[in-house]
């Protein structure tokens, strides 16, 4: 028996501690907001935070989660109020498909957690592990920017901590 | 179990060249029962199927599209049109209003705009429309998303429905406010009579009836530049479900008693099940090992499980006999392989097989002759939501499937087959879905996901993996063209031959003014499984015209877009290049000594695109960096011009990675890069500033955007990297290991 803490619950979770993130949250806990896409950390569909910071939860482990706080995004909206990365990306209608767009929002938080306010070029460079088929990549950076601009520099991303 | 295993080496992927077809006959449910399923008493709008969305698909749009196998059945071959009758609109007597359409969201955003559609001549706010798409149950029936049909064939549908709904409402309103109907206004979902101040929604209007009423086909719909709704821009209707995580796609369904699937795999295309050893799986808590024939797949409650059960699957495979062939002789076993066959008439737009003039006599009035040949490659859609199905039977046989497909009628088609069901007894749904491209036609996934659901006696979710994506999925056409050409000395292009092996039909006409032309399509037997691909061919074939056409102009030293022009009467295609060359500074000088710039136009789907693109070539290394990309397009009268253009930017951004990078690579019976570690996709580092430019022509009937705006990059790339340093690259992609330089330069 393991124990979570997922988006600011406790979660217990009978399971094999070798078992993926990733998985657990899908199939054990309902919280399907988390897609795969490829398994082998490539894609970043499977994004979730992990101490605020973006990690991959398809090659990410239970045992490697340990006590620590995830949050996935289901975690993000607080009392019915969209973070300002979901804001962004709803603003920018930046998404076509939307199926790689939680992956997008949480390496997106991630980045303006430790970068409140970064230039196109480091959205860009910071997005790089997280794949679009679409083709929505100029909207993203777009969404993110914006979002930056929103949030007051020392915000450290609504449901990260 | 035959879909779960064709064999694809030793047979072209049958639909390819196929008629997708709707069945010959349909028999609607009686009324009372349409009210049910829909939602009960209120005002139901009923309509034939548009015209040549089901029984007569155009040849044109349809015949090179994937897919069309499965829904065939009875009268094939005919042409009469389905006397189908739908019901496409629903009232409720709660004001809600209901839409019905058998297309598919994949990311097109045809959910918003049909919704736009349904709000604009219905008179009611965007917000309170729900579109129900892609339910064989509850949808009238559609051929599939695919060939770029749903703005201009769907939606006017959906406007005439709702057009006729406005009217009954109009009616009801005059019988019971006793007022002349001419003094009636319908306007946000409200019948108002402005002199007596009565006003009645219109869930009040349909309150208590059980009305039905035919669309009429000729109903007046509103004229472009009248619209309110349509023409502007409209966020994605349900954006918020997809920012919040909320959004269920076929992968994230869960059902009551669920169990989890997975397929075993044979170690080739084309080998068959000798024997399977199932004693270690079957030990496994919780798990069901499932044969029949060559299908093998195990069931667990756990996907983790259901992992470790096909690794401890014992089998034995039997490779197809001979060589398996590989990517390093693909194009000279492409050639080697239509030498034997008859070239054949294909659809695709303009294109298809044609001659007129004297080639040989334009070729011989030439002042300059260049012949090439120029390849593509296989390339994978690669939608970032695998293949994936939840199926479930019910206890009176019923069977449910919800998976991600553009074509939910033809999965269903293939479902009645592969388990010799009647229509009655197949319900498939497609929920939002991950992105298809054209890739997602078939139904593969959903038979495999039913016959494990079917062993199990349990709701059974499949989700294929991204290694079973890129292998088992199948690819847009690798394919040959040869080109030979003439020019006058004055840009006149005097003589255009043109041939096309195997990547297929679509785009092979050009839009341009040749009086001397042959162009034709050689069909192969392809060594992979192909299908259909965003814009079919028309992309292989833009781009060895393309390119070819700035070889011709360069070789008499004339600028690449004088010499277009020059050949070019349509009115839209040089309205596009002119636009894209102002938008770009065309003719300027370069902006340094690495720096090349090119132009490419096409026409596709009713669709007209020109892109200019600067690039930079790293000295050395060869490396190719796109600096900018200017985009052109024109699809007549926008429907939503923020969405369109997203369209168009999606259509460059995957377009980069056909033109420069992708390609599957096989050897042995399988695909050798199938992973994204090893199959490069375009990612924020591959976009370079993107400026797009829509012509938006209210006089002109709209068409589709999806497809024609990745016609024309590569070759806008190719013809750069040629101006940068006189490299001249004839196949796809491009420069996956940067442009060969010659020593000199290097």
């Known amino acids: ?161 | 179990m035959s879909d779960a295993n064709d064999s694809p080496l030793v047979e072209i992927e049958p639909e390819r060249y196929e008629l997708s077809e709707g069945p010959a006959y349909r028999f609607g449910m009686p009324r009372r029962d349409l009210f049910r399923a829909l939602g009960g008493a209120g005002l139901l709008i009923l309509a034939p199927l548009p015209e040549g969305e089901a029984g007569v698909p155009a040849p044109s749009f349809v015949q090179q599209e994937s897919g069309g196998g499965g829904g065939r059945r009875g009268g094939q071959g005919g042409n009469a049109a389905p006397q189908e009758i739908g019901a496409w609109l629903h009232i409720g007597e709660d004001g809600t209003v209901t839409a019905y359409s058998g297309k598919a969201e994949v990311g097109q955003n045809a959910r918003t705009s049909l919704s736009q559609a349904v709000a604009e001549e219905l008179r009611v706010p965007l917000a309170s429309v729900r579109m129900v798409l892609g339910d064989t149950d509850l949808t009238p029936y559609d051929a599939g998303t695919f060939g770029s049909r749903t703005t201009p064939a769907m939606a006017p549908q959906m406007r005439r429905a709702a057009v006729a709904a406005r009217e009954v409402l109009l009616d009801i309103a005059t019988e019971q406010m006793k007022v002349a109907r001419g003094d009636l206004n319908a306007a946000n979902g409200k019948v108002v009579h402005a002199a007596s101040k009565q006003e009645r929604g219109y869930g009040e209007l349909a309150r208590g009836q059980k009305l039905t009423k035919a669309v009429n086909a000729d109903a007046p719909l509103t004229p472009p530049a009248q619209w309110t709704v349509a023409g502007k821009s409209a966020r994605k209707v349900n954006g918020r479900d997809i920012v919040t995580g909320k959004h269920q796609y076929t992968s994230d369904i869960q059902r009551p008693g669920m169990l989890y699937g997975k397929v075993l795999r044979p170690e080739a295309f084309g080998a068959t099940l000798a024997s399977l050893d199932g004693s270690a799986a079957q030990k496994l808590p919780g798990v069901t090992v499932v044969r029949d024939g060559d299908f093998a797949g195990v069931v667990a409650p756990r996907s983790s499980v259901a992992d470790e059960a096909i690794g401890a699957l014992k089998a034995e495979w039997k490779k197809p006999e001979g060589v398996a062939p590989t990517s390093q002789t693909l194009y000279a076993d492409l050639k080697a392989g239509a030498s034997a066959q008859q070239p054949q008439g294909s659809g695709g737009g303009r294109g298809g097989n044609d001659a007129k003039g004297d080639v040989a006599a334009g070729l011989a009035a030439a002042k300059e002759r260049r012949e090439a040949s120029y390849n593509v490659a296989y390339i994978a859609h690669a939608p970032l939501e695998p293949r994936a199905a939840v199926a479930e039977w019910a206890a009176d046989g019923k069977l449910t499937v919800w998976t991600g497909t553009q074509r939910p009628f033809g999965v269903r088609g293939e479902l009645m087959q592969a388990f010799n069901l009647p229509e009655s007894k197949v319900r498939v749904i497609v929920p939002d879905t991950g992105s298809g491209y054209g890739g997602k036609h078939t139904g593969e996934q959903a038979i495999e996901a039913a016959r494990l659901a079917k062993a199990a006696g349990k709701p059974v979710k499949l989700v294929w993996t991204r290694a079973e994506e890129f292998t088992w999925a199948y690819f847009r056409p690798a394919g040959v063209i040869d080109v030979k050409a003439g020019i006058a000395d004055d840009g006149t292009i005097t003589a255009w031959e043109f041939h096309n092996y195997n990547s297929g039909g679509a785009g092979l006409r050009p839009v341009y003014d040749f009086a001397n032309q042959t162009t034709a399509f050689h069909p192969v037997r392809s060594p992979l499984r192909q299908g259909s691909y965003r814009a079919l061919a028309s992309t292989a074939n833009h781009f060895a015209r393309e390119s070819h056409i700035d070889e011709l102009a360069r070789s008499i030293g004339k600028d690449p877009l004088a010499v277009r022009l020059k050949n070019l009467k349509d009115e839209r295609m040089r309205a596009v290049l002119e636009a894209a060359a102002k938008a770009f500074g065309w003719g300027k000088p370069k902006s340094g000594e690495d720096r090349g710039v090119g132009i490419a136009g096409g026409f596709e789907k009713a669709g007209y695109v020109a892109n200019c693109v600067e690039v930079s070539v790293e000295k050395g290394s060869g490396a190719v960096r796109l600096m900018r990309v200017v985009t052109a397009f024109e699809c007549g009268a926008v429907v939503n011009p923020d969405q369109c253009k997203n369209q168009v930017e999606g259509a460059i951004i995957q377009g980069i990675g056909g033109a420069l990078f992708e390609q599957v690579v096989f050897a042995g019976g399988t695909v050798s890069n199938p992973y994204f570690s090893m199959y490069r996709v375009p990612r924020f580092s591959d976009v370079p500033p993107l400026e797009t430019v829509l012509l938006d022509r209210k006089d002109l009937p709209s068409a589709g955007a999806g497809e024609a705006p990745i016609v024309a990059l590569a070759p806008a790339i190719g013809n750069a990297i040629f101006d940068a340093v006189g490299v001249r690259l004839r196949g796809l992609p491009l420069a996956p290991d940067g442009v060969p330089l010659p020593k000199a330069s290097a």
């Open chain 1, 1 to 161: 028996m393991a124990e979570l803490t997922i988006n600011g619950q406790k979660r217990q979770v009978d399971v094999d501690p070798e078992r993926s993130l990733l998985s657990v949250l899908r199939e054990d806990l309902g919280l399907t907001g988390t897609k795969y896409g490829c398994g082998e950390a490539q894609c970043g569909a499977c994004t979730v935070l992990l101490d605020g910071k973006a990690v991959r939860s398809c090659v990410t482990t239970i045992a490697a989660v340990g006590a620590r706080p995830v949050t996935t995004i289901e975690g993000l909206e607080k009392d019915g109020k969209l973070h300002p990365v979901q804001e962004g990306f709803l603003e920018a209608d930046a998404m076509q498909c939307g199926y790689c767009i939680s992956g997008m929002i949480l390496s997106g938080v991630s980045l303006l957690n430790r970068s409140p306010r970064p230039t196109e070029r480091e959205i860009a460079r910071a997005m790089q592990g997280n794949v679009c088929r679409c083709g929505s990549h100029p909207r993203i950076v777009a969404a993110i920017k914006a979002a930056s601009e929103k949030m007051p520099a020392a915000a450290e991303g609504g449901a990260t901590k």
